[in-house]
C-alpha cells in the first residue's frame, strides 16, 4: 500500500537547525530533505515564491501587520495548484543543475 508523506525542505540557518525545530520537525512526522550547506540559490523561496510575492506586493503600503497577513494570504490563496507544482519542478531542475556543477553555484 502507498503511503502519503510531508517531504520537508528548509536551509541551514541556525534557527532551522536548532535541538527543538529539528524535534518538531520529527513529531510532526516530516521527512527532511537535505539541504547543502551555503545554497541560498537553491532555496525555493528565495527563487520562486518571494521574488513572486514581493512583485505583487510591490508598491504598495499597509497600516497594519494585520493588513500585510491578509495581503500575503490572499495572495497565495489566489494561486492555482500548477504555481506551486511549476515552481517546485524549477527548483527540481535547479538541484539537477548545482549537481551537474558539481556543488557550484546556480546562476539564475
Given at each position: 500500500?502507498?503511503?502519503?508523506?510531508?517531504?520537508?525542505?528548509?536551509?541551514?540557518?541556525?534557527?532551522?537547525?536548532?535541538?527543538?525545530?529539528?524535534?518538531?520537525i520529527h513529531n510532526c512526522g516530516f521527512e527532511l530533505l537535505p539541504h547543502p550547506p551555503y545554497s541560498p540559490d537553491l532555496a525555493p523561496s528565495d527563487f520562486?515564491?518571494?521574488?513572486?510575492?514581493?512583485?505583487?506586493?510591490?508598491?504598495?503600503?499597509?497600516?497594519?501587520?494585520?493588513?500585510?497577513?491578509?495581503?500575503?494570504?490572499?495572495?497565495?490563496?489566489?494561486?492555482?495548484?500548477?504555481?506551486?507544482?511549476?515552481?517546485?519542478?524549477?527548483?527540481?531542475?535547479?538541484?539537477?543543475?548545482?549537481?551537474?556543477?558539481?556543488?557550484?553555484?546556480?546562476?539564475?
Amino acid at each position: 500500500m502507498l503511503r502519503r508523506k510531508v517531504l520537508f525542505h528548509q536551509d541551514n540557518a541556525r534557527v532551522h537547525t536548532s535541538v527543538q525545530s529539528m524535534a518538531e520537525i520529527h513529531n510532526c512526522g516530516f521527512e527532511l530533505l537535505p539541504h547543502p550547506p551555503y545554497s541560498p540559490d537553491l532555496a525555493p523561496s528565495d527563487f520562486f515564491l518571494f521574488p513572486n510575492l514581493k512583485k505583487h506586493l510591490g508598491g504598495k503600503r499597509f497600516s497594519t501587520n494585520d493588513e500585510v497577513k491578509a495581503a500575503v494570504d490572499a495572495y497565495f490563496d489566489s494561486k492555482e495548484e500548477s504555481f506551486f507544482f511549476n515552481g517546485l519542478n524549477a527548483w527540481k531542475g535547479r538541484c539537477q543543475k548545482c549537481i551537474e556543477l558539481d556543488g557550484d553555484y546556480v546562476e539564475k
